[in-house]
Every structure is written in C-alpha cells, then in structure tokens.
C-alpha cells in the first residue's frame, strides 16, 4: 500500500530568490500575483497579498488542488517558493 502524499499546509516566497519570472502566476494564478517590485506574492482572504509564510486556509482560492500549488513552485526557475506539509516538513523543493 503507498503512502497518502502529503498534504499542503504552509506555503512561503523567497523574495531574495525571486526575480519575477511569473512562472507560478501563470500556473496558478488564483494563488499567485506580481507585486509592485516584480516579486511572487500570494493572493489571501480580504484581498491581502504577501510573500508568506502564508497557511493553506488563508489562501484566497479555497479550491485550488495540492498538485497546483506544488507545480507553480516547480515551475520557479530559481525554487524561490518552499512548500511544507501537515507536519511542517518541507515538501518542495
């Protein structure tokens, strides 16, 4: 029997790494934005926009699957997006 995958909990944005490729709007852009500086923020509750450490709940589209959020940070040329699981444990990259 294989193991469940872990589950999304934590999300943060390097801002240091970061140098506005949009490769993580493009592949999710309900989550992810541009702001003023060029860099990745997410896109939270009550219109809130930060580069994290930003929780699952907290993001602004409820709907949006695991597998998303974890190919938008894939898809960072520079891995300026860390993912961590239920256990806090870093998932990507």
Same mark, same amino acid.
């Given at each position: 029997?294989?193991?469940?995958?872990?589950?999304?909990?934590?999300? !943060?944005v390097?801002?240091?790494?970061?140098?506005?490729?949009? #490769?993580? !709007? %493009?592949?999710?852009?309900? !989550?992810?934005? *541009?702001?003023?500086?060029?860099?990745?923020?997410? *896109?939270?509750?009550?219109?809130?926009?930060? #580069?994290?450490?930003?929780?699952?709940?907290? *993001? #602004?589209?409820?709907?949006?699957?695991?597998?998303?959020? %974890?190919?938008?940070?894939? #898809?960072?040329?520079?891995?300026?997006? *860390?993912?961590?699981?239920?256990?806090?444990?870093?998932?990507?990259?």
């Amino acid at each position: 029997m294989a193991d469940q995958p872990k589950k999304v909990k934590k999300i !943060v944005v390097n801002r240091d790494l970061c140098i506005g490729a949009a #490769s993580c !709007v %493009i592949t999710a852009p309900s !989550v992810f934005e *541009l702001d003023g500086e060029n860099k990745a923020v997410m *896109l939270l509750k009550d219109n809130v926009k930060n #580069s994290g450490p930003s929780v699952r709940p907290d *993001l #602004s589209d409820q709907a949006l699957d695991d597998d998303t959020i %974890i190919n938008a940070a894939k #898809s960072c040329p520079t891995k300026a997006i *860390l993912v961590y699981d239920e256990d806090d444990q870093q998932i990507y990259p």
